[in-house]
């Protein structure tokens, strides 16, 4: 069975704005998925659609066999913007990646589980930010903090790790670090993983299988060779 399935899917947010037209696509478990294509291609709408925060207009998506409806917990989220809290360190940013497990009052109660702590050094520890747990976010680069987003993405136990454009706002050496990082934290914990990319250089040298998108739809389907044919 498919981890990820899209089965003509269309997303269309107004008449005039069809996201999504007619797409279809199966991701096996534990593939590491680039979204390749330009800015207003549907990236952020695909992403969107598999984690619950949009609905697809036509067509299904499923996560192993099961149709999304709504938020999933089981489903870790990378974004351009990091959203992390600047004033709490990133220890305290890995750590928050357990609300949805623990839910809001314990969170917020700041009542964390050995397990959790356990859990959040680790995921420090996978992203190369062990020695800097301690660190307040405000203080740290574009670079670390997109390693701390990863890390809480991971303090989730996710089964699927999306990112939507997670190195966009990086010069190429922090990108290619960010997304080395992102790579092994998928390889280490066996997720299935979907990144959206505008970079094709970057992209190239990490994903397993890239999905090209050009106005709602999947215009190329391949491997990092087939890439370099096209280009
Ligand atoms: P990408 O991530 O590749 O830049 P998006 O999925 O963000 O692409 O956007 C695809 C198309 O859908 C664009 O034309 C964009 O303007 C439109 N769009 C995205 N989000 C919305 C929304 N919430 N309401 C209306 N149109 C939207
Ligand atoms: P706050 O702003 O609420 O103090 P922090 O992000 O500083 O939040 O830390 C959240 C929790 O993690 C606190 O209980 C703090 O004591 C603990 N903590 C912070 N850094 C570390 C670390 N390097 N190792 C273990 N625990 C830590």
Known sequence: MPKIEFENVSKIYDEDTVALDDVSFTIPEGEFVILLGPSG?????????????TQPSEGTVTIGGDEIKGNRSDVGMVFQE??????????????????SRNGLLRSALGLHSEYDKKNALEAL??????????????SMSGGQKQRVGIARALVQEPGIL???????????KAARD??????????????????????????????????????????????????????
Do not use: C, W
Not at 82 to 99: D, I, P, Q, R, V
């Open 82 to 99: 990091h959203y992390l809290l600047e004033s709490k360190t990133a220890f305290g940013n890995a750590l928050s990646g357990a609300l």
């Open 162 to 172: 999306l990112a939507d454009e997670p190195v966009a706002s990086l010069d190429p």
């Open 41 to 53: 291609a549907g990236k952020s709408t695909m992403l969107r659609v598999l984690n619950g925060l």
């Open 178 to 231: 960010v997304m080395r990082y992102l790579k092994k934290a998928a390889d280490k914990q066996d997720l299935t993983t979907v990144t959206s990319l505008h970079q094709v250089n970057i992209a190239r040298e990490f994903g397993d299988r890239f999905l090209g998108i050009r106005d709602g739809e999947v215009i190329f389907d391949g491997d990092a060779d087939d890439l370099t044919m096209e280009r």
């Open 125 to 138: 520890q996978t992203v190369g930010l062990l020695e800097e747990a301690g660190q307040r976010a405000e």
